[in-house]
């Protein structure tokens, strides 16, 4: 089923999949959602200059979500207090706000949507025809909406997300414990299962929980990064491994 040099991952246990941006390009809601949040807001309190695309890039991307609002507040000499993580999203709090984007994130992938990367859905369709066990191991607590809205839901027993991890007290990757988890909650041997991720953080998780097989998928950290993080193998969309051989 593989295109040359790449395993078979049919003949893995298990084969563990990250979410965002392994199967879902959830990074493009997140961005969304940023967007209408600081629009209504900057507008509401009469911030200048408007938000911008470049706010994201600067501020928000890859960053902690309530670090994340304290840099771009500052970047306009707004303050407000930290507040607690508890917070109402209606609160004028840093984690207010922050906990305000989820509900818009919420809303947005409600509203629009999110398509499943074709080529992990047909790696999905292939894994579970050969009937290997898959699951999702993802750090968010949108998981199990994200894969409903993507119509993939319930392809999986087993969906390790960021709800359970706090409830279980897991430490998020790079710390083995929600790949260990997951493999538990699935029943196989990571020794003789694969991982499959976007991020750095990711891949050392895996590496970290000791799975036999760990696939980097580069969506923009990069081949060699991700190579650096652990990644036996790396890949530009999952499809490579479903590629059947052109006849002759
Ligand atoms: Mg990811």
Redesign the pocket.
């Known amino acids: 089923m593989t295109g040359p040099s790449l395993p078979d991952l049919t003949t893995y246990d298990g084969v563990l999949f ?5 199967l879902t390009p959830t990074a493009e809601v997140h961005m969304h959602a940023w967007r209408t949040m600081f629009e209504e807001l900057f507008a509401a309190w009469e911030v200048t200059p408007p938000y911008s695309d470049a706010d994201y890039f600067a501020h928000l991307d890859g960053k902690k979500r309530y670090d994340g609002v304290a840099g771009l507040l500052r970047s306009r000499d707004v303050e407000v207090p930290w507040g607690d993580p508890s917070d109402a999203s209606t609160a004028d709090t840093v984690c207010g706000i922050g906990n305000r984007k989820n509900d818009v994130f919420a809303r947005v992938l409600r509203d629009e949507g999110i398509a499943p990367y074709p080529g992990s859905v047909a790696l999905l369709d292939v894994l579970i025809a050969a009937e290997v066990p898959i699951a999702v191991v993802s750090s968010s607590k949108n998981a199990e909406e994200v894969l409903a809205v993507a119509g993939i839901r319930d392809r999986f027993s087993v969906v390790m997300d960021g709800v359970i991890a706090e409830r279980d007290h897991l430490a998020s990757k790079p710390a083995p414990d929600v790949f260990a988890e997951a493999a538990r909650m699935l029943g196989v041997d990571p020794a003789r299962s694969a991982a499959v ?3 750095l953080s ?1 891949v050392q998780s895996a590496v970290a929980a000791g799975y036999g097989l760990v696939v980097g998928v580069d969506r923009g950290a990069g081949a060699e990064t991700l190579r650096d993080a652990g990644a036996h193998v790396v890949v530009n969309d999952l499809a490579e491994f479903v590629e059947k051989e052109i006849p002759a």
Do not use: F, P, Q, S
């Open positions: 990250d979410l965002d941006g392994v991720e976007d991020a990711g």
